[in-house]
């Protein structure tokens, strides 16, 4: 499928257990950025990744893991995963160019429940 | 870090009518953004803004870059059932980290 697609949509686990998050996007943007979203705080960021083997914390980074391999993939890992981390996790893309076509473009999200 | 505030957190509107909403930072941004998110899928792309001042149309939207670089806001005109979602302002400075609004959520009543 083209564009940005996140796996898998909905996800329930228990608190302590690893979760990893996939996203894969078929532009071959330069940068790719994890977020998540909770009630009455938007959308923070992650962690976010400038091109294949470098990332960057975001704004929430403590208990989340990240990796970029290759340009493509950007897998989210939430190592011993708190009831804290239940959210709704979004993957964006875009590429290194700015401009109005170029900005960041959302995959449709995990719906990840921790119990 | 920085933040954002987004208002009004909800608005319920007629069929029609103008709708407005802002976003203040307590810092200055190089780039505003306005995002559209529907239930159940990602934010969507509506208006980007690069230039403090710049006043920008797409469609019934219009979007502006405050002149103090510290703040936007988005008009939609005439609004239609399918304008309902929630609706988010996001800056950047001049690195890759983009702050994000909390979000207004618009009911379109026909």
């Known amino acids: 499928d083209a564009g940005i697609t996140q796996s898998p949509r909905y996800k329930i686990t228990e608190t302590g257990r690893q979760v990893t998050l996939m996203c894969h996007q078929t532009?071959?943007?330069?940068?790719m950025f994890w977020y998540r979203q909770d009630l009455g705080h938007g959308l923070r960021l992650i962690y976010y990744?400038?091109?294949?083997?470098?990332?960057d914390k975001g704004e929430v980074s403590d208990g989340y893991v990240v990796s970029r391999s290759k340009t493509e993939n950007f897998p989210l890992t939430l190592e011993s995963a708190t009831r804290s981390q239940t959210s709704v996790y979004f993957c964006a893309s875009r590429d290194k160019r700015e401009s109005s076509y170029n900005e960041q473009f959302f995959g449709p999200g995990t719906r990840l429940t921790v119990l | 870090g920085q933040q954002l505030n987004q208002s009004p957190q909800s608005m319920f509107i007629q069929e029609g009518e103008d709708v407005s909403m802002n976003c203040t930072s307590s810092s200055i941004f190089n780039t505003w953004l306005w995002y559209k998110q529907d239930p159940g899928e990602g934010p969507v792309l509506l208006i980007a803004?690069?230039?403090?001042?710049e006043l920008t149309s797409n469609g019934r939207l219009t979007a502006q870059f405050g002149i103090t670089r510290k703040d936007s806001f988005l008009n939609i005109s005439a609004s239609i059932p399918s304008d309902v979602g929630i609706y988010f302002c996001a800056g950047r400075d001049w690195g890759n980290d983009m702050r994000f609004g909390a979000g207004t959520r618009l009911t379109v009543k026909p």
């Open positions: 803004l690069y230039k403090a001042g």
């Open positions: 532009w071959s943007h330069s940068y």
């Open positions: 990744s400038a091109a294949a083997d470098i990332t």
